[in-house]
């Protein structure tokens, strides 16, 4: 069966900082892969999706970067954190194609300090 | 544009109470799909319905239920007899191909209490 990992689980940092959280799925191929960010109040944003290996679409504009190194590795980075980018961050994955259901890993909750 | 309208922020309801969800949605979209997710205080979101637009038939699973009505632009989901690992945040969504088809559009969601 498929699995998503997604860590760290927590982190907490300061502003300035860079960032890297790391999100990888196993039991499936060319899967497609998604990072969304969720701010307090509850609502989801998709940030980023990639269709492929070093492809990425970008849905917001921002100080946030993604990379996707390897067929199921989905990598979100940043060079200096804002405040404004505290929140719960999900990667998610689907089967290729669109409109496909979406399984998300537990997140990471970020805090900016 | 699309959009999804989840009206009910928080709803509290006793055990074994049914309780139904609403979800609204808007788009110019004639092909899309709707879907349903729960998210447990544990924080991940858990997939349990998608729905295309051509499919109007209601879907029973367990103690779930789902109406889907185009003509009132609804998705709504029913939870029957209502237990307290019911609890968590609801989300319907909505994705279509006039946004590239990838993304999920997710309302807001809805906060369901069950206490005993």
């Known amino acids: 069966s498929q699995t998503i990992h997604q860590w760290p689980a927590t982190l907490v940092q300061p502003v300035g900082s860079p960032l890297s959280l790391e999100c990888t799925v196993e039991g499936t191929s060319n899967p497609n892969l998604y990072w969304y960010r969720q701010a307090a109040g509850r609502g989801l944003q998709l940030l980023f999706y990639s269709v492929g290996i070093g492809q990425i679409s970008s849905e917001v504009p921002q100080n946030l970067s993604a990379s996707r190194p390897q067929d199921r590795q989905f990598i979100l980075s940043s060079k200096k954190l804002l405040l404004s980018d505290s929140g719960f961050y999900l990667c998610?994955?689907?089967?290729?194609?669109?409109?496909?259901?979406?399984?998300f890993g537990d997140g990471t909750r970020l805090s900016i300090l | 544009a699309q959009k999804v309208t989840q009206a009910q922020t928080e709803i509290s309801v006793v055990e074994k109470e049914d309780v139904t969800l609403d979800c609204v949605y808007e788009t110019r979209d004639t092909t899309y799909y709707l879907f349903w997710y729960k998210q447990p205080p544990s924080g991940e979101l858990v997939f349990l319905i998608r729905?295309?637009?051509?499919?109007?038939q209601n879907e029973i699973s367990g103690r779930y239920s789902w109406n889907f009505q185009k003509s009132t632009s609804s998705f709504n989901f029913t939870i029957t007899a209502s237990q307290v690992v019911d609890s968590a945040v609801y989300f319907c969504?909505?994705?279509?191909?006039?946004?590239?088809?990838?993304?999920?559009?997710f309302g807001k969601g809805t906060s369901l209490l069950v206490t005993p």
């Open positions: 969504a909505l994705s279509g191909y006039s946004n590239s088809g990838y993304a999920l559009n």
């Open positions: 729905r295309n637009s051509f499919d109007e």
């Open positions: 998610a994955w689907s089967v290729r194609g669109r409109a496909q259901p979406q399984h």
